[in-house]
């Protein structure tokens, strides 16, 4: 019996073994680390889930190795999402039919459908920025065990609102419906029920914390700031207690200033800024997360359907739409601080690099798109150590496109090659 064991251990530890055998990438222009100095053919020896070591040259892989031949591509660390919303990306009135029609069942199955598109576009680490089911909580896990494959996620739980604020759903609902449903838990209108949320968000296990200051588009609830500045530092005091970062939905410049005062991480959208809101900017060091595409996801649905969005919510839109890149306008230049985000959800996932032609278009160079994009936003997510560069001690979230995305950006938008964590994702000829 114990011969037959331990001939079974030897066989497992032999397949593990061949599982784990080191690959070698052959790079033929590598962007180790956006910002610095492009190298020219590169290896990089992945083992275990994380890069080894880079190399100058193609260096031949030993017996057993396996050999990734990418020489005529540029390589680069896996792109990073700071925003999205990965239960959905329906909007407007066929968003709420779905919410109320749908069990949450199939919005879990849809939170893993729209991962993988994400994962397969290059963008092998996301932040989660909402979800009151717990979906994306119970993703992120089945990831990290590797029940399934999807992009690494930090995830927020609930977003945090006031009462008939961006994130009090009820105010799509009637009335009627609205006394049927239990009192909502993401809502606080007092400092200690600010506590007190924010303790059960990092309680169902919370990376990051999530509230809106302002209203917002897609709930037609506008600009105007509805939060109190005690209310938000209790959000925010609570949250760094805890050591999690805070992100906050701000879209008028009063709102975001709060924010800022408050101590946020990173203001999400932030659609109207001035020397105020920039000054506390560079100040605070908070980051700046534009997701200008969300205006992609709002053309296309009015397109498709007219009526797709009605009421304040559609006006807010027609806003959004026009304003869309000033913020942007100001902030690069004045020095503040950007981390790529698209509010996926809103836009449409898989086409998370459409948000950098948006960046480039309203004055972000092309090389320091993509360093938001990897580098700024690793830092934002407290990931630094781990992702946004391709260096030896990182995870191996590598993909490779054929162009210069320093010169065009638009070469992103169809990734040919993705590794998430050494495993081999997408290998296009």
Request: proline share 4%; net charge neutral.
């Amino acid at each position: 019996m114990k011969a037959g064991l331990a001939g079974l251990a030897g066989s497992l530890f032999l397949a593990s073994a061949a599982v784990a055998a080191p690959t070698y990438i052959h790079a033929g222009r590598l962007i180790a680390v956006p910002g610095q100095t492009v190298r020219g053919p590169s290896t990089i020896i992945v083992d275990g889930g994380l890069i080894r070591a880079v190399q100058d040259g193609f260096l031949p892989a030993p017996a057993g190795a396996r050999t990734v031949d990418l020489r005529s591509r540029t390589v680069l660390p896996g792109l990073i999402d700071s925003h999205v919303h990965l239960t959905s990306d329906r909007g407007g009135e066929a968003n709420l039919l779905a919410s109320v029609r749908e069990e949450p069942a199939m919005h879990a199955l849809e939170a893993q459908m729209n991962g993988m598109k994400t994962l397969r576009a290059g963008f092998t680490t996301v932040r989660n920025l909402g979800d009151d089911e717990g979906i994306t909580l119970a993703l992120r896990e089945a990831i990290k065990r590797g029940w399934v494959q999807g992009p690494r996620i930090i995830d927020a739980a609930s977003a945090i609102s006031t009462t008939g604020g961006h994130m009090d759903g009820r105010g799509a609902l009637n009335d009627e419906l609205v006394a049927h449903l239990p009192d909502p838990e993401n809502l606080c209108d007092s400092i200690e029920a600010c506590r007190k949320v924010v303790r059960r968000q990092i309680d169902r296990g919370a990376d990051v914390i999530k509230f809106a200051t302002t209203g917002g588009v897609n709930s037609g609830t506008g600009l105007a700031t509805r939060m109190f500045e005690d209310e938000a530092r209790a959000l925010v005091d609570t949250a760094h207690a805890y050591g999690r970062k805070v992100a906050v939905h701000a879209h008028g410049a009063d709102g975001i200033k709060l924010a800022l005062r408050a101590g946020a991480d990173s203001i999400e959208h932030g659609t109207v800024m001035d020397a105020e809101v920039l000054r506390l900017f560079r100040q605070r060091g908070a980051y700046y997360v534009p997701t200008l595409s969300t205006v992609n996801g709002y053309l296309e649905r009015l397109a498709k359907d007219p009526n797709a969005y009605t009421g304040a919510v559609k006006q807010q839109i027609d806003w959004r739409i026009g304003i869309t890149g000033q913020s942007l306008q100001k902030a690069y230049p004045a020095g503040v601080k950007i981390a790529y985000g698209t509010d996926a959800g809103v836009s449409k996932h898989g086409r998370n690099a459409d948000e950098f032609e948006l960046l480039v278009k309203y004055g972000m160079p092309p090389a320091e798109a993509l360093k938001a994009a990897t580098v700024n936003a690793a830092d934002l997510l407290g990931l630094a150590k781990e992702v946004g560069t391709v260096e030896p001690g990182k995870s191996a979230d590598i993909i490779a496109v054929d162009g210069d995305p320093l010169t065009d950006v638009t070469v992103l938008k169809e990734v040919d090659f993705v590794m998430a964590r050494g495993d081999l994702i997408k290998n296009e000829p």
